[in-house]
């Protein structure tokens, strides 16, 4: 357990509506990530963050943002919903030291755009 | 290309058997990181194993073993002994170059479901 927590779990909202996610950590890890998971696709990357208000895009970054004000909480906004970020949203952090270093999930968070 | 590719969609497997999870990666990094995580239909991510294109050793953890093998650029995951609670999605993942943090993304395959069957 990387004391990884996620919210809300689930949410449904309706398309052109401002959604915001919240990845909140305990253990003080620098680098925090968001993906989303769909079918066929795997887990891709959408924003990254190497520090508190120090972020980057990833591969599939197009109709969100991020932000990281403290160290312990990643918020990902999606500013005006469609159905095609109908998804699995995880947060990440990467623990470790060196080439040891590895990358632990929260729960996830079940986005639901109609 | 696809960077990583699991080949497999779905596997079968007898309960107590060994099943090897198939993957192969592509990448022209002389450092890189592979990563196996297990996904049960619960839905959380859980890191199984990892092998650094350095270690001259397969990487193992308990049942798990990663069969690495760097010319042919695949990190084939094994599990031992099947179990009912090995049901679940395989991801096999890859970081390139060293890890430093802002470049520390992981790219995934696509999954392989596997079934263990009683």
């Known amino acids: 357990d990387a004391g990884i927590t996620q919210s809300p779990r689930h949410k449904v909202t309706e398309t052109g509506t401002p959604v915001t996610l919240r990845c909140h950590q305990t253990?003080?890890?620098?680098?925090m990530y968001w993906y989303r998971q769909d079918p066929g696709h795997g887990l891709r990357l959408i924003h990254y963050s190497y520090g508190v208000k120090d972020t980057d895009k990833g591969e599939v970054s197009d109709g969100y943002s991020v932000s990281r004000s403290k160290t312990e909480d990643f918020l990902l906004t999606l500013e005006s919903a469609t159905s095609s970020q109908t998804s699995v949203y995880f947060c990440a952090i990467s623990a470790g030291t060196g080439d040891w270093e590895t990358q632990y999930f929260g729960p996830g968070t079940r986005l639901l755009v109609l | 290309a696809q960077k990583i590719t699991q080949t497999q969609p779905g596997m079968f497997v007898q309960e107590k058997e060994a099943v090897t999870l198939d993957c192969t990666y592509d990448?022209?990094?002389?450092?890189?990181?592979l990563f196996w995580y297990k996904q049960p239909s619960s839905g959380e991510m859980i890191f199984l194993i990892y092998?650094?294109?350095?270690?001259?050793q397969n990487a193992t953890e308990g049942r798990y073993s990663l069969n690495f093998q760097k010319a042919r650029k695949s990190a084939n995951l094994v599990i031992s002994a099947s179990q009912l609670g090995d049901s679940a999605m395989y991801f096999c993942a890859m970081r390139e170059g060293l890890p430093s943090g802002s470049n520390y993304k992981l790219t995934f395959g696509k999954g392989t479901l596997l079934t263990v069957n009683p």
């Open positions: 092998q650094g294109s350095y270690d001259e």
């Open positions: 990448t022209s990094d002389q450092s890189y990181g």
């Open positions: 253990e003080n890890h620098r680098y």
